[in-house]
């Protein structure tokens, strides 16, 4: 052999280790990126576990117009995450009270969630329907809702007609 060849071999040789070293990097990468999504796709769905409806505390489930509603919310937050919570009033119709971020920590509470009621003119039956949503990771988002037990708006003489 000549030293040409041995020169040439000794080429091949590290271009070779040197295609190995990438393969093998490329194979590691791929094989992190799939873990990764595997573990977001089979991370546990249930972000909030409450008791349903959330209970009426005012007496009699009755709310004096424009008054202040509160509710009983015994919960347990399982992910730190924050949820984007929108509150919405329903009767006949639906009237959106609310839009705000959550931040509480994971854990089980026990809370009396004060609820303004704007002045209405028809006092049927209503509840407040709450829906949360979580972004637990970039593939998934989970939403809850739940509802209030039913309660009842009271004239208090908020609302006065006009005089012809």
């Known amino acids: 052999m000549n030293q040409e060849d041995t020169v040439t071999r000794t080429r091949i040789e590290v ?3 040197v295609l ?12 992190i990126a799939l873990s990764i999504l ?10 909030l576990t409450i008791k349903e409806p959330l209970e009426v505390v005012n007496a009699d489930n009755k709310i004096s117009n424009g008054g202040v509603l509160n509710l009983r919310a ?11 919570v929108e509150v919405t009033m329903i009767g006949k119709s639906q009237l959106s009270l609310l839009k705000v971020r959550e931040g ?5 509470n026990d809370l009396i969630l004060n609820v303004q009621i704007p002045v209405v003119v028809n006092f049927e039956p ?16 989970v939403v809850k809702e739940f509802d ?8 208090n003489g908020t609302i006065r007609t006009q005089e012809p």
């Open 148 to 155: 209030s037990e039913e309660f009842t708006i009271e004239d």
């Open 38 to 47: 595997v573990y977001w796709l089979i991370t546990p769905t249930e972000a």
């Open 74 to 84: 015994e919960f347990c937050k399982n992910t730190d995450t924050p949820g984007d």
């Open 20 to 31: 190995y070293l990438v393969a093998g990097f490329i194979t590691a990468t791929a094989l």
């Open 126 to 141: 209503r509840r407040i329907h709450y829906k949360v949503t979580y972004q637990l990771n970039p593939l998934r988002t």
């Open 15 to 17: 271009k070779n280790r």
């Open 104 to 108: 509480l920590k994971k854990g089980c």
